[in-house]
């Protein structure tokens, strides 16, 4: 991957959920600026709200009902500029890629018209029992299907 044009905003697509979120006290770190590892809260915020829109919201009984788990295996987050107290953040996400077991979230978080990171978690369907990968169910693939864009930012 080309760390070049990873440091570079990326295209929003119209799919994505958008969500909206304000910079706490707990968010910051010693320098007053949005700690990096918060980063993982926005998303979180917004993968949830992904997995709403897709007609499953998340819960132990979905996952129950649906014999998996869904696991976190990579995460990647390229920062671009920083976040202060009280900022109103937007937090957009979208799937850029789904496989058989497997599906990557990408997202983006800006203020106003300023991106302040960009970044992409891969996510593995898991049976709950054996934690060996199993593929996505298909209610949970049909869900997402609306919210799939092909990014390329190689």
């Given at each position: 991957m080309n760390t070049k044009t990873l440091k570079q905003p990326i295209e929003i697509p119209s799919i994505a959920i958008k969500v909206q979120e304000?910079?706490?006290?707990?968010?910051?770190?010693?320098?007053?600026?949005?700690?990096?590892?918060?980063?993982?809260?926005?998303?979180?915020?917004?993968?949830?709200?992904?997995?709403?829109?897709?007609?499953?919201?998340?819960?132990?009984?979905?996952?129950?009902?649906?014999?998996?788990?869904?696991?976190?295996?990579?995460?990647?987050?390229?920062?671009?500029?920083?976040?202060?107290?009280?900022?109103?953040?937007?937090?957009?996400?979208?799937?850029?890629?789904?496989?058989?077991?497997?599906l990557d979230i990408q997202f983006v978080v800006c203020r106003d018209s300023t991106m302040l990171g960009h970044g992409i978690c891969t996510i593995v369907s898991t049976d709950r029992q054996t934690k060996k990968a199993k593929r996505i169910p298909e209610s949970l693939r049909n869900g997402f299907n609306p919210f799939i864009f092909n990014h390329d930012i190689q």
């Open positions: 304000r910079v706490r006290w707990s968010d910051l770190d010693a320098a007053g600026i949005l700690y990096f590892g918060n980063y993982i809260r926005l998303f979180e915020i917004g993968e949830t709200e992904l997995f709403r829109a897709a007609g499953h919201p998340y819960s132990n009984k979905q996952f129950d009902e649906l014999g998996i788990w869904m696991l976190r295996v990579q995460f990647n987050c390229t920062f671009l500029s920083s976040g202060y107290i009280d900022d109103l953040l937007s937090i957009y996400v979208w799937i850029s890629h789904i496989g058989g077991a497997s």
